[in-house]
């Protein structure tokens, strides 16, 4: 099993730098446990081996594992070990974690292919000024794909981020082989690393209202992610549509209790 290569120091703050580490770790941790989970193991070695195993401290570990017990893939039991939980590790889509859409639908059980309906520019209306903490009116790209599941329609995307960001939109040819993400990454220095979502049942008609390709969805209903992308820096640089067809892409989510 090849793992991440181990985060390197910069001239970043000190707690950014502890940050980048118990993110990588716990990266590694959550490949590490689904692969023993695969292998029908479930219990994980002690936090020095881990600490060993990844080259970071055993202080890194805890935090990872800390994260990792909070969203309900691992179980500590005092005195006993830290275990996986097979209800979590089986899930085979997560809603809490944020995949490239072609993932999901094969996560799904369906070979997924992709078409680019649109790559445009217009103006922010006011609500994604807002989001996006620019001005109404702001030049926005927005780029909007359409992912199959099997040939049938599953997922909208549509994508808007400030013109400002680039010196030239990305083709079709590229958005094709490639998420925004990438893009951003690429030919902005962007790194996007987290987003806030919120979500909504939507009726078909109003899918066609927010998307162009939303009259090839074939439910009456669909999911709906409205998101707010942010960088390194917490500042938002990308709002987007995520509409699904959940009759195709089901979500799952293991919630951890915490009551008396």
Not at 14 to 32: F, I, P
Request: glycine residues 6%; hydrophobic residues 40%.
């Amino acid at each position: 099993m090849s793992l991440p290569p181990d985060t390197k120091r910069t001239e970043a703050s000190v707690e950014l730098v502890r940050t980048n580490l118990s993110g990588t770790a716990k990266q590694q941790l959550t490949t590490y446990v689904m692969f023993l989970y695969r292998k029908g193991q479930t219990k994980l070695p002690p936090e020095n081996d881990l600490a060993k195993l990844f080259g970071v401290s055993r202080i890194t570990i805890r935090r990872a594992l800390g994260e990792l017990e909070r969203e309900g893939l691992v179980l500590r039991e005092q005195g006993r070990g830290t275990f996986i939980n097979p209800a979590s590790a089986s899930i085979k889509i997560n809603l809490v974690p944020g995949e490239e859409f072609t993932k999901l639908i094969a996560e799904s059980g369906h070979q997924a292919t992709i078409t680019v309906v649109d790559i445009s520019t217009r103006p922010a209306v006011l609500d994604e000024a807002e989001r996006l903490g620019v001005a109404p009116g702001t030049k926005l790209c927005s780029v909007e794909k359409l992912y199959f599941a099997d040939g049938t329609p599953a997922i909208i995307s549509v994508d808007r981020f400030p013109t400002s960001l680039v010196k030239n939109l990305p083709t079709a040819e590229y958005l094709s082989a490639h998420p925004i993400f990438d893009f951003l990454r690429d030919e902005a220095g962007v790194a996007i690393v987290r987003d806030k979502i919120e979500l909504e049942s939507i009726t078909h008609l109003r899918a066609c209202q927010l998307a162009k390709a939303g009259a090839q969805l074939r439910c009456e209903t669909a999911l709906t992610f409205n998101g707010i992308n942010y960088n390194r820096d917490n500042v938002p640089v990308m709002v987007n549509t995520e509409i699904y067809d959940t009759s195709i892409v089901k979500f799952e989510l293991l919630r951890v209790k915490d009551v008396c």
